[in-house]
């Protein structure tokens, strides 16, 4: 009895070392993450945000399962991103061939990769929700971390040496659909991991920058999000590297210090010149001169449930199609810098040369960021929203541009109007391709939820001056006797006769101050 009495106490001595550790560990990483901000934090991107604009595809990754969230998805034989897992593994070999040619070398390199993220394991555990990691085994985690860390520094150098990477180009739709992986919000990992381990990897390609692992980090990470401009950053420029969270994050910080930074063209040198864009406000403006005499003769025989105020409440922004009936114009946003060059290559090229720039300039013409649809657009934009929600930034610059295009653009024809001007950008052509436009509009605008909060971000001014115009009687009943009396394509006929008539009567006129 005295031996089983032994036995039991070495065991109640084991569990309870055991359990002391344990809540030691779980304390500690709890304390993590309450140090973090929630900008900070990778986690899910919450059903009701999947459910409102129906891409659910747009925050799970396609090729590429970077940190835990989606690591069940290409870890195994029958994982759903398994091609991804195995150009991970080829990844890997080729990051450390670029340094120790040598493979009798590799393992030395790769146990210091490890001790490196085993550090900090605790750390990088605490960025994510508990739920996501308490069930990953410290080994895993940190292997995780690992691998999927040097899969990123290897891609980033390969864009910025302009290597073709034949294995990822193997994979249909490969570049594409990386570069919309690695900015997804539920595929981040730590970017403390990223500057630990390019600290620890040999780059011959850029010794002779004389750059610390930090800065060539986030040089090579903003010229993949934002092309040359990145690249062109100089050094004092460069964000700090402690203070981003991960690459979503830093792709967030260029789009809105992109528009912080925008400086408008002056009027004095821009591309139309000012004597010539003076002589085209003139010719607008007599042009519809004979129009704006009609408004009175046409606007009381209007039935009131068609008018303006019938269809329109006193919070609703007119749609893109209505503004211009108001004598409204759209056109692109340009700088007057530099950093107004186009960005060829880089994430954020998407979105223009400077995103989210928005700006209503005399009260009659809004400048708004030249948009590409393609298939990296909704995703960047919904995973943007996603992160500023998640930071609590329900009035982010991002979202708060969502919101504010999905009110231009309800409807064909709205998209029409922002085409023409060169503002949205698509492949597809024809009704179809505005029907596309005005759909996908609607879709990443239901994402947003900036409605209550848009007054207080960076547009809430131009809100507010476009719905004052929008509730001027003038522009109310201008709007409302072209949408009636003059669409097409009755509209050049009503045009053509207006104009003849207003000559007429000035001829008249004219004659018979002569008699």
């Not at 900070?40 to 925050?59: E, I, M, Q």
């Not at 409807?411 to 922002?418: C, M, Q, R």
């Not at 809430?460 to 509730?471: A, H, N, P, Q, V």
Request: some cysteine; proline content about 6%.
């Amino acid at each position: 009895m005295g031996g089983g009495n032994d036995d039991i106490t070495v065991h109640v001595e084991w569990l309870a070392r055991r359990l002391t550790q344990q809540q030691e560990d779980a304390a500690a990483t709890e304390q993590h993450r309450i140090t973090l901000s929630a900008a900070h934090r990778v986690s899910r991107v919450p059903a009701h945000l999947r459910l409102a604009n129906k891409r659910d595809d747009a925050y799970t990754p396609g090729l590429v399962a970077i940190g835990p969230l989606h690591a069940a998805d290409d870890s195994s034989d029958r994982g759903r991103l398994r091609a991804g897992y195995r150009l991970k593994m080829s990844y890997l070999h080729s990051l450390i061939s670029r340094g120790h040619p040598e493979p009798s070398t590799h393992l030395g390199v790769i146990q210091g990769y490890v001790r490196l993220v085993a550090a900090r394991e605790r750390e990088a555990r605490a960025m994510y929700a508990a739920e996501d990691v308490d069930e990953l085994r410290a080994e895993d985690f940190i292997q995780l971390m690992v691998l999927d860390g040097c899969f990123i520094l290897e891609h980033l150098v390969n864009v910025a040496t302009n290597n073709e990477e034949p294995s990822l180009h193997a994979t249909p739709f490969g570049p594409t659909q990386l570069s919309v992986d690695l900015v997804l919000a539920e595929n981040q990992i730590p970017f403390f991991v990223l500057v630990d381990l390019i600290s620890n990897t040999r780059l011959p390609e850029f010794e002779t920058t004389g750059y610390d692992p930090p800065v060539l980090l986030m040089k090579l990470a903003l010229y993949y999000l934002a092309g040359e401009k990145g690249r062109d950053m100089s050094v004092e420029a460069l964000p700090p590297a402690e203070g981003v969270s991960h690459l979503l994050h830093l792709l967030h910080a260029t789009v809105t210090a992109a528009r912080t930074r925008w400086v408008p063209v002056p009027p004095g040198i821009r591309q139309e010149g000012a004597v010539v864009g003076t002589a085209h406000e003139a010719a607008r403006l007599l042009r519809r001169l004979p129009l704006l005499l009609l408004v009175p003769l046409l606007y009381p025989i209007l039935p009131e449930e068609r008018r303006w105020s019938a269809s329109y409440g006193r919070e609703d922004l007119p749609s893109a199609s209505d503004l211009k009936r108001m004598w409204v114009r759209f056109k692109r946003a340009r700088s007057g810098g530099s950093g107004g060059a186009a960005a060829k290559s880089g994430i954020a090229a998407v979105l223009g040369p400077v995103p989210l720039a928005v700006k209503l300039e005399h009260e009659d013409c809004i400048r708004l960021p030249r948009l590409r649809i393609e298939i990296r657009t909704a995703p960047l934009l919904l995973n943007l929203i996603a992160f500023e929600q998640a930071a609590d930034q329900r009035a982010g610059d991002v979202s708060a541009y969502a919101w504010l295009m999905a009110k231009l653009v309800q409807s064909p024809e709205d998209a029409g109007v922002l085409v023409a001007a060169e503002v949205v950008q698509t492949t597809s052509a024809g009704s179809e391709g505005k029907e596309d436009v005005a759909h996908f509009f609607r879709e990443v605008g239901a994402a947003s939820e900036a409605a209550e909060e848009v007054g207080k971000s960076y547009l809430g001014e131009t809100m507010l001056k476009l719905r004052e115009r929008s509730r001027h009687p003038l522009f109310m009943m201008w709007a409302d006797v072209q949408r009636n009396y003059f669409t097409v394509p009755w509209a050049v006929v009503a045009e053509f006769v207006a104009f003849i008539t207003f000559i007429s009567t000035i001829l008249q006129t004219y004659g018979s101050f002569r008699h």
